[in-house]
């Protein structure tokens, strides 16, 4: 099961990959079949093969000789390695389903965020959508739980962005809302708090370093992905942690 858990994660992975180049291209992600983007060659079974066919390529294309990103084969050990680590974390469950679902929607948003600045609809709704079945099927506190996550997330960004008129993009919005569907509540705040804490602490360091100015704006969306697989895997064990400080300190 381990090396099957590993194995369908670099598969998805390569399928992820091709979310992330053509969703915000507005291509289809089922036609036509992968090729490439340069001399438009159709890509056999050969050259599909996660990870491998990149090394046997040296990563390049077979017919142009166009250099591949070195992002496909890690988007793909990546893939690999988380779907073999909730595995073992959550077991064969509706936990675990649920892990995956969320931790391949958060890649392809987050790689789409840095690049283009932008956190698809389509991406949001198609995480958005197993999710009620997925917490349902456990209990339905557990999916009215979710449903308050929801509005609490979306809610809270949707207040940020109307109070800094127009400084949180409406992907981040829905992105906390889907969140906080997965997490629960109290679980989106631990998020929002940590992802604001993540940003914010870059964002300090970029303009200390003379990489940025106060003007420019970060990708919200991965310190959001970061902070939820975070409260994911660790998020009870946080707040224990911080009740127990709270009251040791007589608070």
Known sequence: ????????????????NLCIHRIPLGISVIT?????????YRLGVVDLVPVISFLLLRGKCRRCSA??????????LCCGAAFLGFFL???LSLEYAAALVLFSGLLVSS??????????????LAMAVP?????????????????FGALVGGGLLLLAAVLSKGGMGGGDIKLAAVLGLYLGWPHILLVLFG????CSTVGITLVLLKKKTLKDILPFGPYLSIAALTVLLWGDEIVSWYVSTLLKGGI
């Open 1 to 16: 099961m381990k090396l099957i858990t590993f194995m369908l994660g670099l598969v998805i992975g390569s399928f992820l």
């Open 32 to 40: 036509p079949p992968s090729h490439c983007p340069k001399c438009n």
């Open 67 to 76: 250099k591949i990103s070195v992002r496909y084969p890690l988007v793909e």
């Open 89 to 91: 974390y959550f077991g």
């Open 111 to 124: 790689l789409i965020d840095i690049e283009h600045r932008i956190i698809p609809n389509g991406v949001n």
């Open 131 to 147: 999710a009620v079945p997925l917490l349902l099927l456990q209990s339905a506190e557990l999916l009215l739980m979710g449903l």
């Open 195 to 198: 992802a604001c804490l993540m």
